[in-house]
């Protein structure tokens, strides 16, 4: 049974393997997805204290940010 609580970050480069993945978690029960196009937009997102996922910049983000 889906934890209806989780939110997904979906960051890739392509639109559609963004799609493909949205609709596999669809399918699963999870309806709480951000699909975005690269990690500028993680950055936007995070950055802009939305309520989406919260104001504080997840720990992968720092991760991801250090590779970059």
């Given at each position: 049974?889906?934890?209806?609580?989780?939110r997904f970050l979906i960051a890739d480069g392509e639109h559609l393997q963004r799609?493909?993945?949205?609709?596999?978690?669809?399918q699963l029960g999870y309806h709480r997805i951000a699909p975005?196009?690269?990690?500028?937009?993680?950055?936007?997102?995070?950055?802009?204290?939305?309520?989406?996922?919260?104001?504080s910049t997840p720990h992968w983000c720092a991760r991801a940010r250090s590779t970059c």
């Open positions: 049974m889906p934890n209806k609580a989780l799609v493909k993945i949205e609709k596999m978690l669809n975005l196009s690269g990690f500028d937009e993680v950055q936007a997102l995070t950055r802009s204290n939305g309520v989406m996922f919260g104001s």
